[in-house]
T-cell receptor
Framework: AQSVTQLDSQVPVFEEAPVELRCNYS??????LFWYVQYPNQGLQLLLK??????LVKGINGFEAEFNKSQTSFHLRKPSVHISDTAEYFC????????????FGTGTRLQVTL | KAGVTQTPRYLIKTRGQQVTLSCSPI?????VSWYQQTPGQGLQFLFE???????NKGNFPGRFSGRQFSNSRSEMNVSTLELGDSALYLC????????????FGPGTRLTVT
């Protein structure tokens, strides 16, 4: 079984500042890792995924994440946030070979202010 | 290409009743998964269907069931509703091949009173 820990429930940040949302996972088997964003009253949108290969993955809307196997982490970063990035962000893991049966973290609320 | 659609978007039911939620995946997608999202438990996997067969199942009681039709549309049913079943139910579809990307619908907000 897999588990995901998102260390921060809320992250306040000023517009144009950099941000990092932290995610750690636990698994006894190889995994795929994902970051999703959820805007109010909407479903989840995939930001980026790590399957294998390069540990730095780039996603949509200027987000990127780095897979660190030794620290079992997959932190999400953006060098300069915008007001429109205000949303809930979820880290998720699946067993390698499938994207279904995702295990999600509890989410991080990113609040961007002027 | 149209996205994943879920109907209805909002639903209010009484404890003890049953409910059926519907999900239409993106055209060509054959895998459909269902998730429950609540403030207390977060996002939890319910089950996945592929080619009309349940391929994976989460840890939910037997009151939660689902099915998939030959056109890949899926329904989930919850019988004998409890107050704790109030949640946002999300459906996701995935294409065949090696994209490993799930596309989520907007969800059905179920309120049990």
């Amino acid at each position: 079984a897999q588990s995901v820990t998102q260390l921060d429930s809320q992250v306040p940040v000023f517009e144009e500042a950099p941000v990092e949302l932290r995610c750690n996972y636990s698994s006894s088997v190889s995994v795929y890792l994902f970051w999703y964003v959820q805007y109010p009253n909407q479903g989840l949108q995939l930001l980026l995924k790590y399957l294998s290969g390069s540990t730095l993955v780039k996603g949509i809307n200027g987000f990127e994440a780095e897979f660190n196997k030794s620290q079992t982490s997959f932190h999400l970063r953006k060098p300069s946030v915008h007001i429109s990035d205000t949303a809930e962000y979820f880290c998720a893991v699946s067993r390698a070979g499938t994207a279904s049966k995702l295990t999600f973290g509890t989410g991080t609320r990113l609040q961007v202010t002027l | 290409k149209a996205g994943v659609t879920q109907t209805p978007r909002y639903l209010i039911k009484t404890r003890g009743q049953q409910v059926t939620l519907s999900c239409s995946p993106i055209s060509g997608h054959r895998s459909v998964s269902w998730y429950q999202q609540t403030p207390g438990q977060g996002l939890q996997f319910l089950f996945e269907y592929f080619s009309e067969t349940q391929r994976n199942k989460g840890n939910f009681p037997g009151r939660f069931s689902g099915r998939q039709f030959s056109n890949s549309r899926s329904e989930m049913n919850v019988s004998t509703l409890e107050l704790g079943d109030s949640a946002l139910y999300l459906c996701a579809s995935e294409s065949t091949g090696n994209s490993y990307e799930q596309y989520f619908g907007p969800g059905t907000r179920l309120t049990v009173t």
